[in-house]
């Protein structure tokens, strides 16, 4: 079966903190895709990143960046120099030949 | 905006009965999601639809029904209603889904359901 896990449960950082959010799954399939979603303090889900099991390259968006290791099963998220507007919940989710499984997610204050 | 919308945005409602929530895809999504976001569950997969037939079944009660139209918007059923359903209910969309569940889903806004 999926799972994906999401260790920390909460983080708090300071304003213009980096932080590391982490992400570990199990799959048996040999393709998959590994995501991450925000979801503020407002509700909506908010799609980030896919990243596909062939692909191990880090991406860097802005002041996010991604890390996959197929090796260690993980697919991290990093933030740079924090901002109060990133506080929100972040999931990490796997698909492949099943729908999405999320993890529990990883509720991020960050504090000014 | 993610282009998915779902209405109502609340609804409040009474033990032991039946609500309908619905849900409009992306302009050109045929794939319909929906899930239950709850304290205890978390987020959890409930049921797909694809250009109008169910495709999966996840962790759906015997009490929820779904389906899919032809102008592709998608209703969620929740009869027999309890305390219990009090969630956060979403629904997705994504292009396309030949039996892979690869492309990017994007979420509605929700609809906070409260049962008294």
């Known amino acids: 079966a999926q799972k994906v896990t999401q260790a920390q449960t909460e983080i708090s950082v300071v304003e213009k903190e980096d932080v590391t959010l982490d992400c570990v799954y199990e799959t048996r399939d040999t393709t998959y895709y590994l995501f991450w979603y925000k979801q503020p303090p407002s509700g909506e889900l908010v799609f980030l990143i896919r990243r596909n099991s062939f692909d191990e390259q880090n991406e860097i968006s802005g002041r996010y960046s991604w890390n996959f290791q197929k090796s260690t099963s993980s697919f991290n998220f990093t933030i740079t120099a924090s901002q109060v507007v990133d506080s929100a919940v972040y999931f990490c989710?796997?698909?492949?030949?099943?729908?999405?499984?999320f993890g529990k997610g990883t509720r991020l204050s960050v504090i000014a | 905006d993610s282009g998915v919308t779902q209405t109502p945005k609340h609804l409040i409602t009474a033990t032991g009965q039946r609500v309908t929530l619905r849900c409009s895809p992306r302009s050109g999504d045929l794939s319909v999601y929906w899930y239950q976001q709850s304290l205890d569950q978390g987020l959890q997969f409930l049921i797909q639809?694809?250009?109008?037939?169910?495709?999966a079944k996840g962790n759906i009660l015997e009490r929820f029904s779904a389906q899919q139209f032809p102008d592709l918007h998608s209703e969620l059923n929740l009869s027999s209603l309890e305390l219990g359903d009090s969630a956060l209910y979403f629904c997705a969309s994504s292009v396309v889904s030949a039996g892979r569940y690869t492309d990017t889903q994007y979420f509605g806004p929700g609809t906070r359901l409260t049962v008294l």
């Open positions: 639809y694809y250009n109008g037939e169910e495709r």
């Open positions: 989710a796997l698909s492949g030949n099943t729908p999405l499984v």
